[in-house]
C-alpha cells in the first residue's frame, strides 16, 4: 500500500512565523502536489512537482513555497504565515502515469493566530 | 475560478433514501475520478471514468460519465450510516501548460438513521 505521511496532524504558528510542512511518500512516486482545504471550497492546488528539484505554481501560489530535494519528501514553506493560511494542508503523490490516481496524505491542520 | 463545479454542496437523508452528487466541468476532461473522505479522515480514490458515456458500480454506488466527458454522477442507492462523508469529483485536464487534477468543492452527505 501506498503511505503518504506528513510531519504533524496539528500545527499551531503566530502571525510571521515561518512555517515547514514536511511530506514523505515511500512509492517512488513521481509526482507530488500539496493542496489546502477549505469548507465551501474543496480542494486547491498551491503547488506542485514532477520531479526532484522541479516546481510548478498551481492555483493559489501566493504566499507559499515548496522544496523537493529528494523524490520522496516535498516541503511547503509559508514564508511568513497569516491568518489567512490557517486552513487543512493535504500532500498527495502518484505515479508517473497522467491519469493515475491520487494517494492522500492525512494532513495537517494549519492554524495561525 | 473554479473550473469543476459541484452540486449539492451539503445533503442529508435519512438511512435507505438515495442520494446523487452531479460534477460539470467547462472544459472536455480527460478522465474524472471520485474520492470519498469519512469526518476527520483523507480524501480516498473511489474510481476513475475515463471513456464517453461510461457507467460503473461498485456495490450500492454507480458512477456516470457523461457522453460529452464533460459531467458525471454518483449515485448512492439505500444510504447507509457508513456513506456519511464529503464526495469529491476531480477532472483531469490541461490546465496551464501540464495535465492537471481539478476538484470540486465536494458534497458533504450526512445520513441520519
Known amino acids: 500500500d501506498v503511505k503518504v505521511t506528513q510531519s504533524s496532524r496539528y500545527l499551531v504558528k503566530r502571525t510571521g512565523e515561518k512555517v515547514f510542512l514536511e511530506c514523505v511518500q515511500d512509492?517512488?512516486?513521481?509526482?507530488m502536489f500539496w493542496y489546502r482545504q477549505d469548507p465551501g471550497l474543496g480542494l486547491r492546488l498551491i503547488y506542485f512537482s514532477y520531479d526532484v528539484k522541479m516546481k510548478e505554481k498551481g492555483d493559489i501560489p501566493e504566499g507559499y513555497s515548496v522544496s523537493r530535494e529528494k523524490k520522496e519528501r516535498f516541503s511547503l514553506i509559508l514564508e511568513s504565515a497569516s491568518t489567512n493560511q490557517t486552513s487543512m494542508y493535504l500532500c498527495a503523490s502518484k505515479d508517473r502515469g497522467s491519469t493515475d490516481t491520487q494517494y492522500f496524505g492525512p494532513g495537517t491542520r494549519l492554524t495561525v493566530l | 475560478g473554479q473550473q469543476v463545479m459541484q452540486i449539492p454542496q451539503y445533503q442529508h437523508v435519512q438511512e435507505g433514501e438515495d442520494f446523487t452528487t452531479y460534477c460539470n466541468s467547462s472544459?472536455?476532461?480527460?478522465?474524472i475520478q471520485w474520492y470519498k473522505q469519512r469526518p476527520g479522515g483523507h480524501p480516498v480514490f473511489l474510481i476513475q471514468?475515463?471513456?464517453?458515456?461510461e457507467v460503473k458500480k461498485q456495490k450500492r454506488l454507480t458512477f456516470q460519465f457523461g457522453e460529452a466527458k464533460k459531467n458525471s454522477s454518483l449515485h448512492i442507492t439505500a444510504t447507509q450510516t457508513t456513506d456519511v462523508g464529503t464526495y469529491f469529483c476531480?477532472?483531469?485536464?490541461?490546465?496551464?501548460?501540464?495535465?492537471?487534477?481539478?476538484f470540486g468543492a465536494g458534497t458533504r452527505l450526512a445520513v441520519h438513521p
Open positions: 512509492m517512488d512516486h513521481e509526482n
Open positions: 476531480a477532472g483531469f485536464m490541461f490546465s496551464g501548460g501540464y495535465n492537471k487534477l481539478i
Open positions: 471514468l475515463v471513456k464517453s458515456g
Open positions: 472544459t472536455t476532461l480527460s478522465n
